[in-house]
T-cell receptor, first 110, second 113 residues
Framework: GQNIDQPTEMTATEGAIVQINCTYQ??????LFWYQQHAGEAPTFLSY????GLEEKGRFSSFLSRSKGYSYLLLKELQMKDSASYLC???????????FGAGTTVTVRA | DGGITQSPKYLFRKEGQNVTLSCEQN?????MYWYRQDPGQGLRLIYY???????QKGDIAEGYSVSREKKESFPLTVTSAQKNPTAFYLC????????????FGEGSWLTVV
C-alpha cells in the first residue's frame, strides 16, 4: 500500500518563501510529482523527481530523498496567485498506480 | 494538440440511475486513471489501467465500473450502488514507468438530484 502525508494548511506573506513537505511510505517508488490546483479546476503540473536531489524551475523547486521517503516543494517570492492547493503524488513501479496525498492549502496574504 | 478530453463537464443523476463519464486521450499513453475529489479534499483513486483490456481497482472502487477497450478511451460508470456520488471527477493519463508528467482532463462535476 501507499501512505502519503502532507500538512493540511499553510499561510505565508506575499514575497516570502514557503516549504511544503511530503512524506511517503510506499511498497515501491518510481517517481514523485507535485501539482498545483485552484478550486474547481484540474491540477496543473509543477515538478517531477525520480532521483535524489533538487529540481529548480523558476520560483518553484522540488527536493527528493528516496532513503528518507521525503520530498518538499519550495515556493519562492510568493504571489497572491500562488494561493492554491498543492498535491504530492507517488507512482508505484509495479503497476503504475498513482496515489495522491490529501493536499496542502496555501494561503498567501498581502 | 495532444491532451485529454472529459465529458460532460456537468452531469446530474437521479437516484437509482447509472451514468457514464467519458475520457479520451490522444497522447498515446498506456496508463489512464480516474480520481474522485470531494470539496476541500485530495484526489482519491477509483480505477486505473496500465494497458488495453486490463484495469485495477483503486482505493474507492465500490459503486464504480470502467472499461478499456481502446488505448485512447477509459470511460467511468457511476452505478446506482454508489450511494454518495456527488463529487468532482478527474481523468488522467501518464506515459508509463518513465512518464514524467501526469496529464489531467478538465474534470466532470456530478450532482445527484
Amino acid at each position: 500500500g501507499q501512505n502519503i502525508d502532507q500538512p493540511t494548511e499553510m499561510t505565508a506573506t506575499e514575497g516570502a518563501i514557503v516549504q511544503i513537505n511530503c512524506t511517503y511510505q510506499t511498497s515501491g517508488f518510481n517517481g514523485l510529482f507535485w501539482y498545483q490546483q485552484h478550486a474547481g479546476e484540474a491540477p496543473t503540473f509543477l515538478s517531477y523527481n525520480v532521483l535524489d536531489g533538487l529540481e529548480e524551475k523558476g520560483r518553484f523547486s522540488s527536493f527528493l530523498s528516496r532513503s528518507k521517503g521525503y520530498s518538499y516543494l519550495l515556493l519562492k517570492e510568493l504571489q497572491m496567485k500562488d494561493s492554491a492547493s498543492y498535491l504530492c503524488a507517488v507512482r508505484d513501479p509495479n503497476d503504475y498506480k498513482l496515489s495522491f496525498g490529501a493536499g496542502t492549502t496555501v494561503t498567501v496574504r498581502a | 494538440d495532444g491532451g485529454i478530453t472529459q465529458s460532460p463537464k456537468y452531469l446530474f443523476r437521479k437516484e437509482g440511475q447509472n451514468v457514464t463519464l467519458s475520457c479520451e486521450q490522444n497522447l498515446n499513453h498506456d496508463a489512464m486513471y480516474w480520481y474522485r475529489q470531494d470539496p476541500g479534499q485530495g484526489l482519491r483513486l477509483i480505477y486505473y489501467s496500465q494497458i488495453v483490456n486490463d484495469f485495477q481497482k483503486g482505493d474507492i472502487a465500490e459503486g464504480y465500473s470502467v472499461s478499456r477497450e481502446k488505448k485512447e478511451s477509459f470511460p467511468l460508470t457511476v452505478t446506482s450502488a454508489q450511494k454518495n456520488p456527488t463529487a468532482f471527477y478527474l481523468c488522467a493519463s501518464n506515459g508509463g514507468p518513465s512518464g514524467n508528467t501526469i496529464y489531467f482532463g478538465e474534470g466532470s462535476w456530478l450532482t445527484v438530484v
